[in-house]
């Protein structure tokens, strides 16, 4: 008799996966991963931060019993959520208008957003930008969504084609579910502007769109509130939407999954049945989220001391990537390529949009042993003191041709 799973088949490999055991199993000792999606400090390491450090000393001197958490997640935690991403001051927080529950990092937030959606309206089509974090269009695939790219990015600016982007929202039905990525676009490192983040508003009260912003870096571009921009343009609208967010990156707690899905009503009466729903969504997905990161997070964003260590933490790894692009781009220039690379200094967030092609990209693995997304995607914050000169002089060798 046949196995049960002899028709299963191999599923395709995640290209990013499949670049990092590529880099894994390389055996020059000068080699560079920027293929990767986290933030590494100048030695090349994940860092645990000093706010984290304290946090979790505390709570193992505390011992605290492990019971279920409340299916949305606790208020300390989901309170220091909202006030992250809508402004402790915010008049939506005050009217009850704001649900919010922790979620399996970013990832989770927008599996349990899209769940809810596709019983709010099952037609609807989700809308990602081109191009788009991959997972974004998977994820809604799976929940049962058509999915379409609108225009973003703009090869010959390395900027966004905004023409191109309202266009086409123009033309969407009412009810589209809008992905917009709130900062530090991944994988481009091309943000909207103030302005346009207003027009994009506008578009979609006049079209009736649900704006769902994937706010996975704050901090990461400028800080923490000029980072919010577009969830505060968003708020001021009297619109009703959903942000997905995460303390993977601003916390560097990467592999504790803390996360959490928002969404603006109308009403506190609204929220109220919102979030009955919701917490159905998640009561068959997981039961309730997990107690330590969550735990971590909020002791230190209600901690003056810890909020202040955590505060100083983040800018210091934001300097530290904005360093990385300018360094990157002099070091470029200094080895006499014609080639102009200063847009990287003008990308945002831990990703740029090179322009180096797939040739390129190839020949660098090949030659230099510095692996990229064919797509021309690097992490900036895989640089270091070490290895920047390194990069830039392959970066120069394979432009030249
Ligand atoms: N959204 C975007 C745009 C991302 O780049 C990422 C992570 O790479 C996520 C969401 C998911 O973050 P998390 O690791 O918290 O699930």
Known sequence: SSSIFAAVEMAPRDPILGLNEAFNADTRSHKVNLGVGVYYDDNGKIPLLAAVKAAEKARLEAMPPRGYQPIEGPASYTQAVQNLLLGADSELIAAGRVVTAQALGGTGALKIGGDFLKRLNPSAKVYISDPSWENHRALFEAAGFQVENYPYY???????????MKDCLLGLDAGSVIILHACCHNPTGADLSDAQWAEVVEICRERGLVPFLDMAYQGFAEGIEPDAVAVRLFSASGLQFFVSSSFSKSFSLYGERVGALSIITASKEESGRVLSQLKRVIRTNYSNPPIHGGAVVAAVLSSTELRQMWED??????????????GLVDAIKAQNVAQDFSFVIQQRGMFSYTGLTAAQVERMKDEFGIYAVSTGRICLAALNSKNIGYVAEAIAQV???
């Open 399 to 401: 432009v030249k041709g």
């Open 313 to 326: 933490e983040l800018a210091g790894m934001r300097d530290r990537i904005r360093a990385m692009r300018s």
């Open 154 to 164: 703009d090869a010959a600016t390395r900027g966004v084609n905004f023409a191109g």
